[in-house]
């Protein structure tokens, strides 16, 4: 069965970093997209950032040139390395996957799949 696991959430200071990582099982493999998306209570998840199975990436632009998705086949890894964090990046981080056609950085019906979370929490 398809399962997720992140990992490496926590709190952080304004400008630090942290490298979240989503261990997946060997069924997630054949995804076409995995992604990175994102949660805070009372607002709507929101996609943060995507790879497809060529290996192309996109990001929301709140993020771009901050975050860094990469995946790892050999480990069945999917990371997202987060520099200078804000504390608008505070909430609750997933890792989804699709098995659909079509990455898209926002959370659609395609992504069937995700983890139970890791929290983030920046401070000013």
């Known amino acids: 069965q398809v399962q997720l696991v992140e990992s490496g959430g926590g709190s952080v200071q304004a400008g630090g970093s942290l490298r979240l990582s989503c261990v997946y099982s060997k069924y997630t493999t054949s995804a076409r997209c995995m992604g990175w998306f994102r949660q805070t209570p009372g607002k709507e998840r929101e996609g943060v950032a995507t790879?497809?199975?060529?290996?192309?990436?996109a990001y929301a632009d709140s993020v771009k040139g901050r975050f860094t998705i990469s995946q790892d086949g050999a480990k069945n890894t999917l990371d997202l390395q987060m520099n200078r964090l804000r504390p608008e990046d505070t909430a609750m981080y997933y890792c989804a996957a699709s098995f659909s056609s079509g990455c898209v950085v926002a959370w659609v019906p395609h992504w069937a799949y995700r983890g139970q979370g890791t929290q983030v929490t920046v401070s000013s």
């Open positions: 790879i497809d199975s060529g290996a192309s990436t």
